[in-house]
T-cell receptor, first 111, second 113 residues
């Protein structure tokens, strides 16, 4: 059974810093991994999707990497802004299973 | 292209009652999944519907049931509500050929008193 964890649970940084969020999963036989953003009380917005055959994906200031063998993914946010404040969740889709989400990292970017 | 819409946005029920939540999938998407998200936790998979058939179910009791209609919209029904059912209920749609990318609605916040 796939299990997904995220570290840290919460993070507070000053505006302009580069930061890394971590996602770990127990079963490396995955189909894809997605990173989402969630604002309080709202739905999830897809940020990046990495297929199992890919090593990384980039969108603007966001870069996500995937290392299946070690069961890890990282989300790198460059030059953080107060508008980046939200909860970031990773979700793993394994073969024959459905998406399993991590608990999220709550990010606060201070002006 | 319309996004995923859910109704209602908020709902208050009492223990033992029944509730129906609704979801309209994104245009062109034939797969709908439902998730329960408790405060401070990640979403938990309830079930998925593909072309009107249940296509996977998470660890939820039978009082959680669903439907998908020919236009791919969907309903989540919960009977005999319990206090622990209080959560944000999220609907997501996807379609083959999109690498299973999920598109979420804004959710329904259910409070059971």
């Amino acid at each position: 059974k796939q299990e997904v964890t995220q570290i840290p649970a919460a993070l507070s940084v000053p505006e302009g810093e580069n930061l890394v969020l971590n996602c770990s999963f127990t079963d490396s036989a995955i189909y894809n991994l997605q990173w989402f953003r969630q604002d309080p009380g709202k739905g999830l917005t897809s940020l990046l999707l990495i297929q199992s055959s890919q090593r990384e994906q980039t969108s603007g200031r966001l870069n996500a990497s995937l290392d299946k063998s070690s069961g890890r993914s990282t989300l790198y946010i460059a030059a953080s802004q107060p508008g980046d404040s939200a909860t970031y969740l990773c979700a793993v889709l394994s073969y024959g299973q459905n998406f399993v989400f991590g608990p999220g990292t709550r990010l606060s970017v201070l002006p | 292209e319309t996004g995923v819409t859910q109704s209602p946005t908020h709902l208050i029920k009492t223990r033992g009652q029944q509730v129906t939540l609704r979801c309209s999938s994104q245009s062109g998407h034939n797969t709908v999944s439902w998730y329960q998200q408790a405060l401070g936790q990640g979403p938990q998979f309830i079930f998925q519907y593909y072309r009107e058939e249940e296509n996977g179910r998470g660890n939820f009791p039978p009082r959680f049931s669903g439907l998908q209609f020919p236009n791919y919209s969907s309903e989540l029904n919960v009977n005999a509500l319990e206090l622990d059912d209080s959560a944000l209920y999220l609907c997501a749609s996807s379609s083959p050929g999109t690498n299973e990318k999920l598109f979420f609605g804004s959710g329904t916040q259910l409070s059971v008193l």
